[in-house]
């Protein structure tokens, strides 16, 4: 299959509407408006819609809506843009309509700025919104990766009837690289939404959507399956990469485009002899508890390394207990840490412990 | 012989209503139902419920229905007309849904001409919350958030949302009617019927906006919420078409 070249943003785009995408609602912000501008001029080709809304509240209305109807349905936005779908994410988490979100993530708190961030860690994997939910949460660190994880997170959400979510930050966003694309989706082999999608109620009973009941022991059922839902998730979902880890003594812990900084620091480090190897947790949530925890076993040291105050960190605590230290370094605000720095911390940590 | 005079529409579920007695979400639900009936759409209808009283109109209208969020209906009607073009698609919302939290929502669907229809229902109060401002309600009115009485000064003015959104390009129908006599009843039906053809006919948007009463917020019998409804409501907000952009029927 042929390369491309493409930006990361436009490549998901791309993805999307190989993976049978035909619904685009969206409202401009920085660092992630080329995804949109690409859609508005790619889905009329292929008899899409795309339709620039009043706001974000009313974007992931509007995807409630157009998943109710059971087609797939995407929108992308960046950091407060997110925030303001919150309320909306959890309704489509309870009502159980598939759909996938970009958040581009830029500085914050608050306006922040338009630089690479990871801030929005915890948003994206603790809640956000209000209630018992969860997203599943895909993080890429290649524009590859965004490829191949902007159609599997079609699938997912349609597997599971979930909201389903791409975590990437400006830098994924705006970075060029070859990527080969999937093939176009037959629309035909989509998956079957007529037991449940409001589709007209012809010779049948009325399809309801609904993420209420009035009736507490009724909620309580639904919030159960849903628990069973995300238990099946932690089964089956878990993604992670593991780079040069076998022998690996010290093994940095990152997601993202953090992570493939991380790389280079580990290919530095091996240089000077010193045996470090990569953790990558590629779905954030469902979190790889388990593989890290076994890391354990052989690694003295976990080095994680975020661009926020340290969110991914209570997770990689999580999973390490009290078995083996871990250190943290991170950079904010939008300022992406460069290998050197990294592998600069990483000595004076190794330096501090023997 | 016999004639049949009532029966129950079929886009009606038979559930009962949960509506006090004397409100007039009952009459209006009715009323959509027999139009969709009447139109023969409701095995493509799908209805959007609000956050309010009308919360429950998913259950007791008899198509594929949802419960948008708060002011959002809309939003949730756009998506799946945008997505089921083929369909036919209503929101029910009351005026603080409509009016307050959802305005933007609302001016951007009918400026959009998004081919939906929308029942406005404007009772002055909010009902489900316990009777607290509306928009819409009236200067001078006391409500459990306005007890000395609605004060321009400090609460604003009371929202006309049809003469707003007459202004919007991408209205085909907007009413403002009531459901207070027999009379009124049929007009809104006829209304109703035209926003629901503005979508149909692929023409725009539509929009009834129903005078209605709340005597449990109000603190009234029904008859005298009735008549206040005339005497302070009507004057306030003056019933009409404000936009025909459908013609006559046949
Ligand atoms: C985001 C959000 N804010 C507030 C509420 C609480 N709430 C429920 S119904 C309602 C007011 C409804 O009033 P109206 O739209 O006039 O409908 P009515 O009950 O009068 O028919 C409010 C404020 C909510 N459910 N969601
Ligand atoms: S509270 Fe008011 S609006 Fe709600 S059902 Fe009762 S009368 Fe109707
Ligand atoms: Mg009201």
């Known amino acids: ?354 | 012989m016999r004639k049949l005079l009532y029966k129950m529409p079929e886009s009606l579920s038979g559930k009962e209503f949960t509506y006090c007695p004397g409100c007039h979400h009952g009459i209006v639900h009715r009323l959509v139902a027999e139009v969709i009936d009447e139109l023969g759409i409701r095995e493509k209808t799908l209805v959007v419920a609000p956050i309010g009283c009308s919360v429950f109109a998913y259950q007791f209208f008899n198509m594929d229905g949802t419960i948008a969020a708060h002011g959002r209906a809309p939003a949730v009607a756009t998506g799946m007309k945008r997505a089921r073009p083929d369909l036919y698609v209503f929101t029910y919302q009351g005026d603080g849904d409509l009016a307050a939290i959802g305005t933007a929502e609302i001016m951007h669907a009918a400026n959009r001409g998004e081919k939906i229809t929308t029942i406005f229902i404007n009772n002055a109060i909010y009902g489900m919350t316990g009777g607290q401002m509306a928009p819409t309600t009236l200067l001078g009115m006391k409500t459990t958030t306005t007890p000395y009485g609605r004060d321009a000064q400090k609460d604003g003015y009371p929202m006309h949302m049809c003469e707003f959104l007459k202004e919007a390009k991408g209205v085909a129908y907007l009413a403002r009617t009531k459901v207070t006599t027999p009379q009124d009843v049929e007009k809104t039906k006829k209304a109703i019927k035209k926003a629901f053809l503005a979508q149909i006919k692929g023409i725009g948007f539509g929009m009834v906006e129903v005078l209605s009463t709340c005597p449990t917020n109000w603190g009234m019998d029904p008859i005298s919420a009735m008549k206040w409804l005339e005497e302070k409501m009507v004057p306030e907000y003056p019933l009409g078409i404000f936009v025909d952009k459908v013609g006559d029927e046949k």
Not at chain 1, 192 to 214: L, N, Q, V, Y
Not at chain 1, 270 to 288: E, H, N, Q, S
């Open chain 1, 1 to 354: 299959m042929e390369k491309v070249m493409v930006k990361g943003t436009e490549a998901i785009g791309e993805a999307a509407i190989r993976a049978g995408c035909r619904h685009f609602f969206g409202y401009p912000i920085t660092p992630q408006s080329e995804l949109p501008e690409y859609m508005s001029k790619r889905l009329p080709e292929v008899g899409g819609v795309f339709l620039q809304t009043e706001s974000e509240v009313a974007t992931v209305n509007m995807l409630y809506g157009a998943a109710c109807t059971g087609t797939r349905v995407m929108t992308s936005t960046s950091s407060p843009g997110f925030s303001l779908m919150m309320e909306g994410v959890s309704y489509m988490a309870c009502a159980q309509l598939p759909a996938v979100f970009v958040n581009v993530v830029r500085g914050g708190p608050g306006l922040g700025d338009i630089q690479p961030a990871q801030g929005d860690y915890w948003q994206a994997t603790k809640g956000g919104g209000h209630g018992d939910y969860k997203l599943i949460v895909l993080a890429p660190s290649t524009v590859q990766e965004a490829v191949d994880l902007t159609v599997l997170a079609f699938d997912l959400a349609d597997k599971y009837r979930t909201p389903t979510l791409i975590l990437a930050d400006g830098l994924l966003g705006q970075m060029m690289e070859p990527v080969t694309f999937p093939e176009f989706r037959d629309l035909s082999t989509l998956p079957d939404h007529s037991s449940w999608a409001m589709t007209g109620a012809k010779d049948r009973e009325p399809h309801i959507i609904t993420s209420f009941d009035i009736d507490p022991y009724i909620l309580e059922k639904m919030n159960l399956e849903l628990v069973e839902k995300y238990k099946e998730i932690e089964k089956n979902e878990v993604r992670w990469e593991e780079f040069m880890t076998e022998d690996a003594e010290i093994v940095i812990t990152a997601f993202g485009t953090v992570a493939r900084i991380a790389k280079s620091v580990v290919e530095m480090a091996r240089k000077d002899g010193i045996k470090v190897g990569l953790f990558r947790p590629i779905t954030v949530w469902p979190y790889p508890y388990e593989p890290l925890k076994k890391l354990t076993e052989k690694v003295d040291l976990f080095f994680d390394v975020e661009m926020n105050m340290g969110q991914m960190l209570e997770d990689v605590k999580l999973a390490i207990g009290d078995k083996k230290p871990v250190a943290f370094y991170s950079r904010m605000g939008g300022v992406v840490p460069t290998p050197t720095e990294i592998y600069e911390a990483l000595k004076k940590e190794i330096g501090r412990r023997v």
